[in-house]
């Protein structure tokens, strides 16, 4: 739903088929990217992760032509999502997330 795969403002049925192709294609890419760099994280958010590449995706399209360059982008992408905390999912007291009663269970077993 995020890559608003369903939306398209053409009619034409082979721009709509190319659309489709580019977004799968996006989506393989940021998932790839968030593999490599978030996966890691324990408590890493996924959506915020999509947009924070999302955010970057001029500076990624900028890169891809040349190795070098893009293997850059890409650490230093990895990078934004260890050190900030944008990527990573807000604590909640009522209802904790996965990774915080994980962590309450290692805690414990210590």
């Known amino acids: 739903s995020q890559s608003r795969l369903a939306v398209s403002r053409s ?3 082979w721009r ?3 659309e489709i192709y580019v977004k799968l294609l996006i989506i393989l890419i940021q998932h790839w990217i968030m593999l490599t760099g ?3 994280i324990p408590q890493r958010s996924l959506t915020k992760g999509v947009q924070a590449i ?3 995706a001029s500076h990624l399209a900028a890169c891809i032509a040349e190795r ?3 293997i850059k982008c890409l650490k230093q992408l990895a990078k934004l999502f260890a050190s900030s905390t944008a990527c990573r999912q807000n604590k909640r007291r009522k209802k904790p997330n996965n ?3 994980l962590q309450q269970v290692r805690e414990w077993r210590a």
């Open 68 to 70: 070098r360059s893009l």
């Open 54 to 56: 999302q955010e970057q």
């Open 16 to 18: 709509i088929l190319c």
């Open 38 to 40: 978030l996966w890691e």
């Open 99 to 101: 990774w915080m009663r």
């Open 11 to 13: 009619a034409n049925v």
